[in-house]
Structure formats: structure tokens, C-alpha cells
């Protein structure tokens, strides 16, 4: 399968944009990227929260809503979560993600 194209939006208006293969997690292609304020410091365990994201709405209905695992681990970011959160390292790169917009908190 072939990588898809991620677009990382920082706060300030500033974008990244780089290729993804498939199977690799949000948080994982954010750091290869260096995106900002991206950490995955729990290294995707689903315990730091430090890899949240605000999916664009309009692809909000692909990636999905946060599992229930993930769910009460939004209400520990650092920047209050929105009806859009997700934990990066919960999303996994798939063909029907290409084109992908993330938005990183301030
Ligand atoms: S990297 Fe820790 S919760 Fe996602």
C-alpha cells in the first residue's frame, strides 16, 4: 500500500504536511515530521494524552470517534479537548485517510 498525505495545522496557521505509510500511528508521523507540541511521551500506550489532536470536522467521520479507552484520556490534555479530539496515537494511517488535516492545540 502506498503512504498517504497528512497535514498537520499548528495553532498559529503554520502547516505540515508529510507522507504516511499505512499502519503507522498519528502520533508516530507527527514526531517523524516534527510537529510541535506532539509528544507521545507514554510512546502510544493510551496513558499521557500528550499526542492530542482536533481532527478537521470534515474528516472527522472517517477517523472515527475516540474509542472508550480513549475517551476519559481526553479529559486529560493539556488544551481542553472539542468535539472534534482525538489521541493521535489512535489513529492509524489507511488509504481511506489520504488527505488527512489534523490540528494541533496551541
Ligand atoms: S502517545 Fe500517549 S496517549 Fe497517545
Known amino acids: 500500500m502506498s503512504a498517504i498525505t497528512v497535514t498537520w495545522v499548528l495553532h498559529d496557521g503554520a502547516q505540515i504536511t508529510a507522507a504516511v505509510a499505512p499502519g503507522t500511528s498519528m502520533m508516530q508521523a507527527a514526531i517523524a515530521a516534527n510537529v510541535p507540541r506532539i509528544l507521545g511521551d507514554c510512546g502510544g500506550n493510551l496513558a499521557c494524552a500528550t499526542c492530542h489532536v482536533q481532527v478537521a470536522p470534515e474528516w472527522a467521520s472517517r477517523t472515527g470517534p475516540a474509542t472508550d479507552m480513549e475517551d476519559p484520556m481526553l479529559d486529560m490534555t493539556e ?16 488509504p481511506a485517510l489520504d488527505g488527512l488535516i489534523l490540528h494541533v492545540p496551541a
Do not use: K
Request: aromatic content about 0%; some cysteine.
Open 79 to 94: 488544551v481542553e479537548r472539542g468535539p472534534t479530539s482525538r489521541l493521535s496515537c489512535q489513529i492509524i494511517a489507511d
